[in-house]
């Protein structure tokens, strides 16, 4: 299996500093022993303005066959009918990706010491791999890779070149150029994509090939929109480890979601509807309004549940009536950015006490999140595909049960006010849904009943007299349990207390 990686540099950016990022120095070939063969780094070309590093694996058959006998099912799907004779030496495959993450390691992570700066910059890229098994054929090669931002060359290899009638093989060959990609960035791809085109895996896999593909996915998996192809190959279709991956992946695309888009559309929506110089941006109306709503039940301990970058966390900590302050979140980078934005590094004693910053899911229930004041879902919901959305309810109405829970979500019947969003188009591209003011409110409505709240209706933004506000806001408050029905009585035990 052969891989190569080039980049081009100038004087006071060489080319060289690849093997700074990559760890491993141009002037010298090294080799590194792996369960399954030796895999070699070594460099055709190293000069000022132009640095190739290679990857030449050599599997060794035999060790492979017993590596899999020796695990039972650890085995290639295909070593029952051909254990020594197959392609694997040839064509890259779960091998390669295998020997990338262990030769790699570090540039997989993006960890360079001696050059930290260009380890986290672009760098102009271009990946060559001579032979690669692509079951779904140039096609899928592009809808993997194109959307990663790569510049995609692949060529079909044919059956037979003597005979062309025979048509394609399963192969190609594969050029991906880029100049927006970091190097780590690069390896993270094709550590997840060069099995996923194989689709196969030459070891058993476990439970923790999810976590292996959700650090190596992040930051472009959940987006990708091939999500689910790329889950399910990648974990050989099992459909148990298919299903945890795709939950949590969409977790994270709902906690990274970054509403920075919505708030452009907000302030040029501003500028046209209100025709003012600097107009007020919706996301600070929003912020306001679920501020003003928690005054109003005079909240004090206060759940931001997908507290996300930490901006209401922000305005929650300025004003001393909350006491306690609560961010959740499912992505950890997101609470890390949360974080030093709040500076909780340099915050005072007094103050810091009031904050907690801890992960966790919205679609499971969490004892952490019970007896509280308040909780706010904002912009959350539109986020999450719908039949997801009864988890999120049960997770949030049912069991952790806060006295006051504030919703803000888009207003969809209000985008016709906005010149610069198509005709159709949500506001962001996660946006699984927006809904009317009347599909809201029957939402809010039931969700109200069904846990023994009240609720009530507020705009958000300004309210046109014809398709309302851009965003829709229900309070929710929980109804006083009467002395002779517990609030959280079973069923038996009302009948009882009838009778």
């Known amino acids: 299996m052969f891989l190569t990686i080039t980049t081009t540099g100038t004087p006071e950016q060489p080319a060289t500093d690849l093997g700074f990022l990559l760890h491993k120095h141009p002037d010298n070939a090294q080799a590194f022993s792996t369960s399954f063969g030796t895999a070699h780094v070594l460099y055709p070309e190293a000069e000022e303005q132009r640095c190739t590093a290679a990857l030449l694996l050599e599997v060794d058959a035999v060790a492979l066959v017993r590596r899999g006998k020796g695990k039972g099912r650890g085995g290639a799907p295909d070593a029952a009918l051909a254990q020594y004779v197959n392609d694997r030496p040839y064509a890259a495959s779960s091998l390669l990706a295998v020997a990338l993450s262990n030769v790699f390691s570090s540039a997989l992570r993006g960890v360079c010491k001696a050059r930290p700066e260009r380890a986290a910059e672009p760098l102009p890229l271009r990946v060559e791999v001579p032979a690669l098994p692509a079951r779904g054929g140039p096609d899928l090669v592009r809808r993997l890779f194109e959307p990663l931002g790569w510049a995609v060359t692949v060529e079909a290899v044919p059956l037979d070149t003597e005979f062309p009638e025979w048509g394609d093989s399963r192969y190609v060959r594969l050029v991906l150029e880029s100049e927006t990609l970091t190097l780590s960035e690069a390896l993270r791809h094709l550590y997840v994509l060069l099995p996923v085109l194989d689709d196969a895996k030459h070891y058993w896999v476990a439970p923790d090939e999810v976590d292996k593909l959700l650090r190596a996915g992040e930051g472009w998996l959940p987006g990708h929109p091939e999500q689910k192809l790329i889950t399910s190959r990648y974990l050989s279709r099992r459909w148990s480890l298919t299903r945890e991956a795709m939950d949590r992946l969409e977790l994270i695309r709902l906690a990274e979601t970054d509403d920075s888009e919505v708030e452009e559309i907000d302030n040029a929506?501003?500028?046209?509807?209100?025709?003012?110089?600097?107009?007020?941006?919706?996301?600070?109306?929003?912020?306001?309004?679920?501020?003003?709503?928690?005054?109003?039940?005079?909240?004090?301990?206060?759940?931001?549940?997908?507290?996300?970058?930490?901006?209401?966390?922000?305005?929650?900590?300025?004003?001393?009536?909350?006491?306690?302050?609560?961010?959740?979140?499912?992505?950890?980078?997101?609470?890390?950015?949360?974080?030093?934005?709040?500076?909780?590094?340099?915050?005072?004693?007094?103050?810091?006490?009031?904050?907690?910053?801890?992960?966790?899911?919205?679609?499971?229930?969490d004892k952490r999140l019970k007896g509280y004041d308040?909780?706010?879902?904002s912009e959350v919901i539109e986020h999450l595909d719908l039949p997801r959305l009864p988890a999120l309810e049960y997770a949030v109405f049912g069991s952790a049960r806060p006295r006051t829970v504030v919703v803000t979500t888009p207003n969809v019947e209000y985008n016709v006010r906005w010149e610069t969003l198509p005709a159709g188009h949500v506001r962001h591209r996660d946006h699984r849904f927006e809904w009317t003011r009347e599909e809201f409110r029957a939402w809010a409505g039931t969700v109200a009943e069904r846990h023994g709240y009240d609720v009530e209706f507020r705009p958000v933004g300004p309210d046109d007299p014809e398709v309302g506000p851009p965003t829709q806001l229900a309070l929710f408050t929980l109804k006083t349990p009467t002395t002779s029905e517990p609030e959280n009585a079973t069923g038996t035990e009302k009948e009882a207390k009838a009778a």
């Open 269 to 365: 929506v501003g500028a046209e509807t209100e025709q003012e110089a600097k107009p007020t941006p919706l996301a600070v109306h929003r912020r306001e309004a679920i501020l003003t709503a928690l005054r109003d039940r005079a909240a004090a301990r206060v759940l931001d549940l997908g507290c996300g970058e930490g901006h209401l966390v922000r305005e929650l900590l300025k004003e001393p009536r909350f006491t306690e302050i609560v961010g959740v979140d499912v992505s950890v980078r997101a609470l890390t950015i949360a974080s030093r934005r709040l500076k909780l590094d340099r915050m005072g004693e007094r103050q810091a006490a009031r904050v907690n910053l801890f992960q966790g899911s919205l679609a499971y229930t």
């Open 374 to 377: 308040a909780a706010v879902l």
